[in-house]
């Protein structure tokens, strides 16, 4: 394979019937950054009936084309259709680099894509890098449970392809104006041609989505002793108008569900306001919430690893902490009135 | 209804630990086991034979091993296994594992025609999720990934119908047979092996095939057959620089910390 | 119920049962062993000695070679009598044990010692099924038929079943042959495994590369209940673990896991266990009623092999040899009576006799008051490691006084803490009860 044909980075552009996957908008940043360094293009590959608003919106986020097909079939995300068109655009464009959010759609998307186009894909990545003199992508993912952090590198087939991990990256501002070239190509398939039908959804009221956007998170763990303790941390959130969550140990020990855990196995977050209340600071649990803007520790144990990490920690018990902490915020918040509930400056 | 099911033997990932002198993965006297979702997708299989009648053959790539965890399968009331094993394979990525097995599977369905394919949703060592969908686009089926529940099987019309899982919600499709399904943990609960399937698992030994009986290109498989190497490998490191400890009685300090949140901006009172 | 028959069942893969299995397997029989761990060993307790001869004798050269499962060889073994704040020690350690004609004893750690003899089984050809429970023996006309399992499908048929499930003989008493052990019939025993530097094991116990140590101890180091506790060498941890008789835990109203604390504070075992890190806590119980409460060992289509027939010596802290040669008797009985075709209680009886011919049933017999004795003598855990330390420190601590009135206030103390008559005539029964 002549690896010289192969140029531009690409962004699978994931929506679900007109709505963006914000992991779409998360890549761009770290595409952008990507293509500068190689010197070319970034590009969004948009499937969907009728999307091309979507498009409009990609060259706010700073891509420069986006390839569009446009199909009734496309309409419900089905993987035949998907890679069928997928496939061809790749086949005909030859993208140097491929990325694809690491959610339901993205995975089952990239394995059959890498697999019809012949090359390597990395999964569920937590890094992005690229050597400007081999155009290398460094792909870094967490294997054995987190344990381990590993680059992977496709050095001899393109695309390299790789998903990465919804919420590590920080989407880039949208840039308003800003414009770019549509590309169209037709899906290269008819409906009768799909065997897979979708019969219908069901949805679900899940209480993460609250935890993905969430700007005050305060979390519990271990170190709240007993499921009663939770209150302080329920109280706590509630003064700041913000979502309870946990470490792995306080969800395994019982005191609040799976869905309220961050962290490697569980929700990854960026609140404006992270508060650990008796979390010591496992690496599993950090990863989930390391970019969080401002965190703060609460742990009696001033060589907890957790303070590393923190803006700002406080060394002592947490049921003299917290209780004053809340007191405290209920006041000040309160500001000269009565009303209660905060606000949390935008900057 | 003639089933196929990946299965693959894994490390306990909750039992790995990482010298902290040497940064590298500490494996020595680590338990394999069955990837823990491969097993619903065993006993997925074997309730849908109960269900339908039929056969269920379990498969793994590995070493000679991996015998253990085809065992297992069949005490869970797999009828038939194969040990797919070979020195080629070793350092297979998933492109070059989704080829044996495809392989493997074809050479199986050359004798008794194969309806379903299963394989786990990921393992739990790689993580990857990438085997299934391979397999699947190799052999050119219908691709069924994250499902929760098989809702109904139509042997005649040769159709199935599933629950898949996505992002806060769920999908139901419809797939022609054959398919290949991926399954989440929460598609069954497995049931305790009966004596007589955990008797016939303690004598039962598995086929086991090479490159040449699969009819595997050798340039295809192992670490030639990979596109992706691992580069460097590393224990994750911390970016953030470490923060402020507030010094104080308890009380002090809390008033310390709010002071600064309001004067950086972080928190502004509601008037 | 399961197609598949067998010749034996053995329930339970300790090394009773394991013992049985080989010894039958080998004779070409159709064995299944029941476990109800997630495998042999998992759960299974000892204080982790084991006897060269009687093993060898069913697993030759089981302490030979690199998969071997013994821990290390044992060369010196001394026994401690505690107070508070010392310790009297009476050590043996030959240079014969160092050689390997003479080993002895070795320390083992149950979870690989029960797996390695479970390899051998298989290998045999026997079958051996884990995490299942044998809920209930099967009976059919007064005759022991098969077992019921706590699987589904879970009965199975044999022509024999040797129980050989350890302390706990629920079995043994549903077909009558013997009864609920009594509080004063059992020791409740906890353990910890303590993980050290193989190095620092051998500076600590003062012994060569490979080579181990036991110790006992008496007095305090039970807090005064009857019972003893010991510590013994692995190659990178420690087993240190105590006992004490459940009556008396329960009269006292001790918690066994505060001895092994208390034992672990003590200032002469500290410094033995220090920076190590406990890897594994765990309970167990012995049956400690000896000869007297042993049940009937066989009946039509059943035999008793191990702890589940109360085959235990305390005094020697044997079990697992008089385990594994009751399961080899067993296993040779079971391989006449299949080439009898016959498994009636007549046949079976040839088990009793064997074991009568054995070291197990002399060794049982000629120790068969000992449980009594001690029982009604607890001041032996108190009051004589008190004496003998108090003595000692007399004697050891130099003074300035003249070693006749040394002796003088030994022996005077000696008798206010017991009469000479009472000393005497413990003394006597103790003779007794080994005689
Ligand atoms: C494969 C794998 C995946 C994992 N995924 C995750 C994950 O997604 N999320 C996750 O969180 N973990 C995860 N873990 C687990 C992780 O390694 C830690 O075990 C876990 O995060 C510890 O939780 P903790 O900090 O609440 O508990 P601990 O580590 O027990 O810490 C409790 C803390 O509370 C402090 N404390 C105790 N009492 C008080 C008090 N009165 N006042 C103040 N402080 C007190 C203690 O000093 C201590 O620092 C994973 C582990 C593995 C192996
Ligand atoms: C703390 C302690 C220290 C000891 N120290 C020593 C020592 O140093 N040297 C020595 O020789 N002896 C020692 N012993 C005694 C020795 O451990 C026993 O005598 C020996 O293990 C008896 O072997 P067994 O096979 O009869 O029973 P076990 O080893 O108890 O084996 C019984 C097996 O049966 C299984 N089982 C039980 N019930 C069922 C069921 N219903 N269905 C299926 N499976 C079942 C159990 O899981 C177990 O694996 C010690 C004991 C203890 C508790
Ligand atoms: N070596 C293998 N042998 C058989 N099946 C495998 C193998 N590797 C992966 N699989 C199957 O593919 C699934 C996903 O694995 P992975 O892509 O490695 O996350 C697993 O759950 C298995 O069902």
Known sequence: ?347 | MHVVVCIKQVPDTTEVRIDPKTNTLVRAGVPSIMNPYDIHAVEEAVRIKEQVGGKVTVITMGPPAAVQVLKEAVSLGADETVLVTDRVFAASDTFATSYVLASTIQKIAGSEPVDLIFAGKQAIDGDTAQTGPGIAQRMNLPLLTYVEKVRSIDVENKKIVVERRLEGSKQIVESTLPALLTVEKEINDVRYATLPNLIKAATHNPKAWDHTVIEADRTKVGLKGSPTRVGRSFVQQLTNEPGEIIEGTPQEAVVSLVDKLFAEGHLVADR | MSEERFDVIVVGAGPAGLAAAYTMAQAGLEVIVIERGDYPGAKNVMGGVVYRRPTEDVFPDFWQGKSSPVERNIVKQSLWLMNKDAAFSIGYGSAQFKAEEGYNAFTVLRAKFDQWMAAQVEEAGAIIINETTVTDLIMEHGKVVGVRTSRDDGDLYADLVIVAQGVNNLLVQQVGLGVDLKASQAAVAVKEIIALPTGVIEDRFNLEKGEGATIELVGESTMGLTGTAFIYTNKDSLSIGAGALVSQVQQKGVNPNDILENLKEHPMVKPLIAGGETKEYMAHLIPEGGYHAMPKVYADGVMVVGDAAQMVNGMHREGSNLAITSGKLAGLTAIEAKERGDYSSKTLSRYQQRLEESFVLKDLKKYRNLSHFIDDNTHLFTEYPEMVLAASHELMTVDGTPKGDKFKAMFDMVKSKRSLWQITTDLYKGWRAVK
């Open chain 1, 1 to 347: 394979m002549s690896m010289e044909s192969h140029r531009g980075v690409w962004i699978f552009l994931e929506q679900n019937h007109g709505e963006m996957a914000p992991v779409s908008w998360e890549l761009a940043g770290a595409g952008r950054r990507i293509a500068d360094k190689l010197d070319t293009e970034l590009a969004g590959v948009l499937l969907g009936d009728n999307v091309e608003d979507l498009a409009k919106q990609a060259f706010a986020y700073g891509f420069d084309k986006v390839y569009l097909v446009e199909d009734g079939a496309l309409k419900d995300y089905r993987n035949i259709p998907y890679t069928k068109a997928v496939s061809m655009l790749v086949e005909k464009y030859k993208p140097e680099i491929f990325l694809l959010g690491a959610t339901t759609m993205g995975r089952d998307l990239a394995g059959a894509v890498a697999t019809e186009v012949q090359t390597g894909l990395t999964a569920d990545c937590t890094e992005l890098e690229v050597e400007e003199d081999t155009r290398l992508l460094h792909a870094v993912r967490p294997t054995f449970g987190g344990k381990l952090m590993a680059t992977i590198i496709c050095d001899v087939l393109r695309p390299q392809m790789a998903t990465v991990r919804p919420r590590v990256m920080a989407a880039p501002e949208q840039q308003e104006g800003r414009t770019g070239e549509i590309i169209r190509e037709a899906l290269p398939m008819k409906e009768e041609d799909i065997v897979v039908k979708v019969l219908g959804y069901i949805q679900e009221n899940v209480k993460t989505a609250n935890l993905d956007e969430a700007e005050i998170i305060v979390a519990g763990g271990k170190g709240i002793g007993e499921a009663k303790n939770f209150k302080l941390v329920e109280d706590l959130a509630e003064v700041l108008g913000g979502t309870v969550a946990a470490s792995r140990a306080a969800v395994d020990a019982g005191w609040i569900g799976h869905e309220y855990q961050v962290g490697q196995t569980g929700v990854t977050v960026r609140p404006k306001i992270y508060i650990a209340i008796g979390i010591s600071g496992a690496i599993q649990h950090l990863v989930g919430m390391q970019t969080s803007e401002v965190i703060i520790a609460i742990n009696k144990d001033p060589e907890a690893p957790i303070f590393k990490t923190a803006t700002y920690g406080i060394v002592g018990d947490l049921q003299e902490i917290v209780p004053a902490l809340t007191e405290e915020l209920r006041k000040r918040l309160a500001g000269e009135s009565t009303t209660e509930g905060v606000e949390v400056a935008s900057n």
